[in-house]
């Protein structure tokens, strides 16, 4: 990884203690300065700790993404800092009530487009111009959601289906001007809220998490969990030059559990 996105900048949305940290410290192996959004700043200046200790710039801007404020203060520091943007990654979420779709309040399920695709559209817009100049990348964070109809999961899809179709679109609109758009759909990912959860499960039913966690795994062909720094690598793949001719695409990274 060392040298894959060296002096690039990375702009990263939504760093929590899964995923979002692990592109955040996984790019910074990889040789970029990153600027770390979210609204939490005591999670923000943590992951900008290990990445500093990696030798690699940081800087924490909290945003909400959803306030056009936030977000347009988000790309001004940015620029404003770094004098430049190689990579946005819009890995901010939220997730709609779990619930079948009629039974669903429809505030809640626009909640979920207006953090999920419309906040990633107005970032996506305020980064432009200096992607363009960079002639550099665009990435969204989409879920396996998109692979199956599961009940529950409607207004979920609903919103990572839009997510994936502004991907393709933009693609084809910023594509002219150098500037690369793709997606990643990770399924399961072996973080903390998913270790709580079979760990819930386990309990419940009298059983150790392992074997939660290999019944699970037995819906993969790989038959395990992708672990954040796993999705990471892939997410690295994409915005680096090694997919220099890549855009419009989605890449499924769930360990087999869905074919596309």
């Known amino acids: 990884m060392d040298g894959l996105l060296r002096d690039k900048v990375v702009v990263i949305s939504g760093i929590g203690p899964g995923l979002g940290r692990s592109l955040a410290v996984r790019s910074a192996q990889a040789g970029a300065d ?12 943590q992951v900008a700790e290990e990445v500093t200790a990696l030798g690699r710039r940081a800087l924490v801007v909290p945003t909400d993404i959803t306030d056009a404020d936030d977000a347009a203060a988000l790309a001004n520091r940015s620029v404003e800092h770094f004098g430049r943007v190689d990579v946005l990654i819009n890995n901010a979420f939220a997730i709609p009530p779990l619930a079948d779709l009629a039974d669903t309040e429809l505030d809640a399920i626009r909640a979920g487009f207006e953090t999920t695709s419309i906040a990633a559209l107005r970032l996506t817009t305020l980064f432009a111009p200096a992607l363009a100049e960079s ?14 109809s599961r009940r ?28 690369r758009v793709n997606s990643i759909a990770p399924g399961y990912i072996w973080a903390d809220s998913l270790k709580w959860y079979l760990g ?9 998490r392992d074997v939660v966690y290999e019944e699970t795994a037995a819906s993969t062909d790989l038959r395990k969990l992708p672990e954040p720094d796993e999705i990471a690598d892939a997410a690295l793949f994409l915005i680096s030059d090694l997919a220099r001719i890549v855009t ?9 559990e869905f074919h596309h």
């Open 34 to 45: 990153v600027v770390l959004a979210s609204r939490t700043r005591k999670r923000l200046d």
């Open 135 to 148: 002639r550099g990348s665009v990435l969204m964070v989409n879920s396996a959601v998109l692979r199956h």
């Open 152 to 179: 529950n999961y409607g207004a979920y899809k609903m919103a990572k289906s839009s997510l994936l179709s502004l991907a393709q679109s933009l693609a084809s609109e910023l594509g002219p001007q150098g500037v």
């Open 200 to 208: 819930h499960l386990a309990e419940q039913r009298g059983v150790s």
């Open 248 to 256: 419009g695409q989605c890449l499924d990274v769930n360990a087999g």
